[in-house]
């Protein structure tokens, strides 16, 4: 039975890392409106392929909140009704929220597989709960995380709703990410205190090196979200060439570029110490692969001027280090010894 729960804890950390990579490929599309209402798509269940599917038309049943485009604006259908041969502006209501009233097909679908694997990793986190409630012989620390999981993803989607709401305010989608990252730390943590705790014994300046290595990755996070708000200012302003993208990049560029010679400085240090002492494992390894591949895609945005897939790639290889720096420390704290 503890297998079970260790797979299903497995499959939901991967979920979450789909939902994230999905939103990172939103945001590199521009597809983050690609549905204007939450939770439905143009107040469809399943999203419209055809802007003519978006228009009023005589003699047409339409349901409650089902939404039509007039005179490059959003109206939302006040309820079930067939409509006759004129259009009549009493069965609609303006779209309040914003005053986005563009139909591309492309981004719709994009948004709505977004959603879609959001969906997914609910219902994952409800299962883990549902698991974890009806099972007797389970630590009672499980059902804490299991409950804050699941309180957690249902936060993450109202705050994703809010997102869309806002026509996609900066904040709102840095709050968004923080959220998904707040996920990947519960679920890495019930992952490690439900796993076998066999591995090496490591020195207690070791637990120190990796708090402080965590700390500075998600300092990283926070300069590259505002880094990244800068960038799709400028993707709206000069969409056809990323080369000028950064040209005018603010001070915090400079030093989110600089500042991951410091991850990885401290992180090689670490290296050489766990090596000295013969405990450089497979997660440390792992941790020094995802920083790497993380700087030759900064690399690659630079110089390359943004190759396409690199922006989403570089941040779910952030997210990824966010997890195995996180589990690596937990590792350490678990085993520890004197120095």
């Given at each position: 039975m503890k297998n079970k729960f260790i797979q299903l804890i497995k499959i939901n950390l991967i979920l979450v890392y789909l939902v994230i990579a999905a939103g990172a490929i939103v945001r590199m599309t521009g597809s983050g409106m690609g549905c204007p209402d939450w939770p439905k798509c143009f107040g469809y269940l399943i999203p419209p392929t055809e802007r003519s599917q978006l228009d009023w038309y005589p003699q047409h049943s339409y349901h409650k909140n089902e939404v039509i485009i007039v005179d490059e604006s959003l109206r939302v259908a006040?309820?079930?009704?067939?409509?006759?041969?004129?259009?009549?502006?009493?069965?609609?209501?303006?779209?309040?929220?914003?005053?986005?009233?563009?139909?591309?097909?492309v981004h719709t679908w994009i948004e709505f597989i977004n959603r879609l694997l959001g969906a997914l990793a609910g219902l994952g986190?409800?299962?883990?709960?549902?698991?974890?409630?009806?099972?007797?012989?389970?630590?009672?620390?499980?059902?804490?995380?299991?409950?804050?999981?699941?309180?957690g993803m249902a936060f993450q989607a109202w705050l994703g709703k809010t997102v869309v709401d806002s026509n996609l305010l900066p904040l709102k989608i840095t709050l968004h990410m923080a959220m998904a990252l707040m996920l990947v730390a519960l679920l890495v943590l019930l992952y490690h205190q439900n796993k076998p705790n066999d591995g090496p014994v490591f020195p207690k300046s070791m637990s120190k090196l990796a708090l402080a290595a965590l700390v500075l990755?998600?300092?990283?996070i926070a300069l590259g979200t505002q880094v990244r708000q800068f960038v799709d200012l400028q993707m709206h302003q000069a969409a056809s060439n990323p080369e000028n993208w950064l040209l005018t990049a603010p001070l915090k560029f400079y030093i989110h570029r600089s500042f991951s010679i410091l991850v990885l400085?401290?992180?090689?240090?670490?290296?050489?110490?766990?090596?000295?002492?013969?405990?450089?494992?497979?997660?440390?390894?792992?941790?020094?692969?995802?920083?790497l591949a993380n700087i030759l895609t900064g690399i690659a945005m630079y110089y390359i001027d943004f190759p396409w897939g690199s922006q989403p790639l570089h941040l779910v290889l952030s997210a990824l280090l966010f997890g195995a720096q996180f589990y690596f420390l937990l590792l350490c704290y678990a085993r520890k010894k004197q120095p």
């Amino acid at each position: 039975m503890k297998n079970k729960f260790i797979q299903l804890i497995k499959i939901n950390l991967i979920l979450v890392y789909l939902v994230i990579a999905a939103g990172a490929i939103v945001r590199m599309t521009g597809s983050g409106m690609g549905c204007p209402d939450w939770p439905k798509c143009f107040g469809y269940l399943i999203p419209p392929t055809e802007r003519s599917q978006l228009d009023w038309y005589p003699q047409h049943s339409y349901h409650k909140n089902e939404v039509i485009i007039v005179d490059e604006s959003l109206r939302v259908a006040l309820s079930d009704f067939t409509s006759g041969p004129s259009y009549n502006p009493n069965n609609w209501a303006p779209y309040t929220k914003h005053d986005y009233a563009l139909f591309n097909p492309v981004h719709t679908w994009i948004e709505f597989i977004n959603r879609l694997l959001g969906a997914l990793a609910g219902l994952g986190t409800l299962i883990l709960f549902v698991f974890t409630l009806f099972q007797r012989k389970i630590k009672p620390l499980n059902r804490l995380w299991s409950t804050l999981i699941l309180f957690g993803m249902a936060f993450q989607a109202w705050l994703g709703k809010t997102v869309v709401d806002s026509n996609l305010l900066p904040l709102k989608i840095t709050l968004h990410m923080a959220m998904a990252l707040m996920l990947v730390a519960l679920l890495v943590l019930l992952y490690h205190q439900n796993k076998p705790n066999d591995g090496p014994v490591f020195p207690k300046s070791m637990s120190k090196l990796a708090l402080a290595a965590l700390v500075l990755t998600l300092v990283q996070i926070a300069l590259g979200t505002q880094v990244r708000q800068f960038v799709d200012l400028q993707m709206h302003q000069a969409a056809s060439n990323p080369e000028n993208w950064l040209l005018t990049a603010p001070l915090k560029f400079y030093i989110h570029r600089s500042f991951s010679i410091l991850v990885l400085g401290l992180h090689l240090y670490m290296a050489y110490l766990l090596r000295k002492a013969q405990l450089l494992t497979t997660t440390f390894k792992n941790i020094l692969g995802l920083i790497l591949a993380n700087i030759l895609t900064g690399i690659a945005m630079y110089y390359i001027d943004f190759p396409w897939g690199s922006q989403p790639l570089h941040l779910v290889l952030s997210a990824l280090l966010f997890g195995a720096q996180f589990y690596f420390l937990l590792l350490c704290y678990a085993r520890k010894k004197q120095p």
